[in-house]
């Protein structure tokens, strides 16, 4: 029997952030599978895609994660300008930042502006220098991350145990963050400080990674755009030919989902 190709989501940009290929909860066959059912002009890394600090510690590197560099290859050779934005854990690419470096349709920088289709001009950038813990305290930040791998290992085997009883996945990061006090504030300063960064540069919005936490709000005027991650979420957002940008859950069988979603903001006309 012939197999019958879906037809692909044809969209003008697309972004995407903390993938941590490199270690054992990065979701990569559900974002290999999200990228080849969406064709753009614009592909955009925005940080943590590589987990440099865990690949320090041991090597972790199955195929699948082999198959997502595959896939990001190949919607550059068929014509996507791919921008890679560095991260904190991939941080080892900023000494290259300065060389300018471009392969192909891929495009290696620290931060960038895009432009939506609408007109407004968005600054793209991981986000981790609005972290006070990753940018001063470093050894702070190697802990948290530490101990947030072994929550996300001990959450495995918990949403394992539920499955078996039909129970559906529950996040004990995503819980722990919600909860903790520290953690709400930690979270709502980050957005403001990139809200607060945006007005200073006479820019409309931003669109940023890092607290794995996808989310698009007006702040002040301001649109903040987070694309959240591939560890627990599988979030992407993606703009279409009008301008919209739109966060899409992807579906993931490892977490529980069953289809993807669509959820879109429009910012408030001037």
Same mark, same amino acid.
């Given at each position: 029997?012939?197999?019958?190709?879906?037809?692909?989501?044809?969209?003008?940009?697309?972004?995407?952030?903390?993938?941590?290929?490199?270690?054992?909860?990065?979701?990569?066959?559900?974002?290999?599978?999200?990228?080849?059912?969406?064709?753009?002009?614009?592909?955009?890394?925005?940080?943590?895609?590589?987990?440099?600090?865990?690949?320090?510690?041991?090597?972790?590197?199955?195929?699948?994660?082999?198959?997502?560099?595959?896939?990001?290859?190949?919607?550059? /050779?068929?014509? %996507?300008? *791919?921008?890679? +934005? =560095?991260?904190?854990?991939?941080?080892?690419? $900023?000494?290259?930042?300065?060389?300018?470096?471009?392969?192909?349709?891929?495009?290696?920088?620290?931060?960038?502006?895009?432009?939506?289709?609408?007109?407004?001009?968005?600054?793209?950038?991981?986000?981790?220098?609005?972290?006070?813990?990753?940018?001063?305290?470093?050894?702070?930040?190697?802990?948290?991350?530490?101990?947030?791998?072994?929550?996300?290992?001990?959450?495995?085997?918990?949403?394992?145990?539920?499955?078996?009883?039909?129970?559906?996945?529950?996040?004990?990061?995503?819980?722990?963050?919600? /909860?903790?006090? %520290?953690? *709400?504030?930690? +979270? =709502?300063?980050?957005?403001?400080?990139?809200? $607060?960064?945006?007005?200073?540069?006479?820019?409309?919005?931003?669109?940023?990674?890092?607290?794995?936490?996808?989310?698009?709000?007006?702040?002040?005027?301001?649109?903040?755009?987070?694309?959240?991650?591939?560890?627990?979420?599988?979030?992407?957002?993606?703009?279409?030919?009008?301008?919209?940008?739109?966060?899409?859950?992807?579906?993931?069988?490892?977490?529980?989902?069953?289809?993807?979603?669509?959820?879109?903001?429009?910012?408030?006309?001037?």
């Amino acid at each position: 029997m012939e197999k019958v190709k879906k037809s692909k989501r044809k969209v003008r940009s697309i972004w995407i952030s903390d993938v941590h290929l490199g270690t054992p909860g990065c979701q990569a066959e559900a974002l290999a599978d999200f990228l080849g059912q969406h064709d753009c002009e614009y592909l955009y890394m925005v940080g943590d895609i590589i987990d440099g600090w865990r690949l320090k510690q041991s090597f972790y590197w199955p195929q699948a994660h082999s198959n997502v560099v595959r896939k990001v290859l190949t919607r550059s /050779k068929r014509g %996507s300008q *791919v921008v890679y +934005v =560095t991260g904190n854990h991939d941080e080892f690419l $900023r000494k290259f930042v300065d060389y300018k470096l471009e392969i192909g349709n891929i495009r290696l920088v620290n931060e960038v502006v895009h432009t939506t289709a609408d007109g407004r001009r968005l600054l793209v950038f991981h986000g981790d220098i609005f972290d006070v813990i990753t940018r001063y305290h470093r050894w702070i930040a190697m802990a948290g991350d530490a101990a947030y791998n072994g929550l996300m290992q001990a959450n495995r085997y918990f949403n394992l145990a539920r499955r078996r009883i039909g129970l559906p996945y529950f996040s004990l990061s995503a819980y722990a963050k919600q /909860k903790v006090k %520290s953690a *709400v504030n930690i +979270v =709502t300063e980050f957005e403001e400080s990139v809200a $607060r960064e945006c007005e200073r540069r006479d820019l409309d919005g931003a669109i940023c990674g890092h607290i794995h936490h996808a989310e698009i709000r007006d702040i002040d005027g301001v649109t903040y755009h987070n694309c959240g991650d591939w560890v627990e979420s599988c979030t992407a957002l993606v703009e279409d030919h009008n301008g919209t940008i739109s966060i899409v859950h992807w579906p993931n069988e490892n977490i529980g989902r069953s289809e993807s979603r669509i959820v879109e903001f429009r910012p408030r006309a001037a």
